[in-house]
């Protein structure tokens, strides 16, 4: 087996209201124009930043318009930081679980666990916007799902990738917010492994997987938010990620 990640050609600065799709499906084609062999084929998957879902969805915080609380302007000066981005993220902020060291641990509404809900300061284009996660990304990776489709005339899946820390471990990684197309999770239980002994625990992240392999042909500052991931062995059916992937709190051995 093999895996191909080819991050398309860069996008102009996405600005709310703008036909993300429209660029994605002008930006492949420009791909296959260069190497034919890289056009849509039944099984790839489009990988889109949510920095650029969010741009075009008008998920974005003019810091000039916010004023914060006591409580961000206490945490921020504790520890250097600016009390409107900490504000931001109370704001987005469905559950705090943690504030130190400058750094707010949230549970955002559809339910992820993250360093600051979400609220991003890089790649805005502008020292003073934030973006913020998109509402729905399941439903922006479906509604981007079948514009694709509908260009390219082939089954093709997307993910909705953004970069998140991990627990006991240093650096980030992408992983999926968003889903369509396939199942999220290869649920392994009650197969037989290499040994033929049955697995009884093992749910591969198959979405989280491509995410990070995308984020690989893209990098953090190339101006390249779209990666097309090709060879994957994908779940068949339909999924979400904020409906299977996302564990409920109940689950968390640590609260």
Do not use: Y
């Not at 006591?70 to 409107?84: G, I, K, V, Y």
């Not at 641990?105 to 913020?132: K, M, P, Y």
């Not at 893209?218 to 938010?225: D, I, L, N, V």
Request: aromatic share 4%; proline share 7%.
């Amino acid at each position: 087996m093999s895996l191909l990640a080819v991050a398309l050609p860069p996008l102009p600065q996405v600005k709310p209201g703008d036909d993300l799709a429209g660029m994605a499906i002008d930006a492949w084609r420009a791909l296959a124009t260069e190497d034919p062999t890289l056009a849509p084929a039944e099984g790839d998957v489009l990988v889109v930043t949510q920095k650029v879902v969010s741009k075009a969805e008008g998920r974005i915080v003019d810091l000039r318009t916010i004023t914060p609380r006591p409580e961000a302007a206490e945490f921020a000066a504790r520890w250097e930081r600016d009390p409107r981005q900490v504000e931001v993220v109370l704001r987005e902020a469905a559950e705090i679980l943690r504030m130190e060291r400058g750094i707010v641990i949230t549970r955002t509404r559809h339910g992820f666990v993250c360093a600051n809900a979400g609220v991003d300061a890089s790649n805005t284009g502008d020292a003073e916007t934030l973006t913020l996660l998109p509402d729905d990304p399941d439903a922006s990776a479906r509604a981007f799902r079948d514009r694709l489709i509908d260009a390219f005339g082939v089954p093709l899946s997307v993910v909705v990738s953004d970069s998140f820390g991990r627990p006991w471990r240093w650096g980030i990684v992408d992983v999926a917010l968003g889903v369509a197309g396939f199942r999220p999770l290869d649920d392994m239980r009650g197969r037989a492994d290499a040994d033929g002994r049955v697995m009884h625990v093992t749910v591969v992240a198959v979405a989280d997987q491509i995410a990070s392999a995308a984020e690989l042909a893209s990098g953090k500052t190339s101006g390249r938010p779209l990666v097309m991931v090709r060879g994957a062995t994908l779940p068949e059916g339909e999924g979400s990620v904020t409906g299977d992937v996302v564990m409920d709190p109940t689950n968390d051995l640590f609260r």
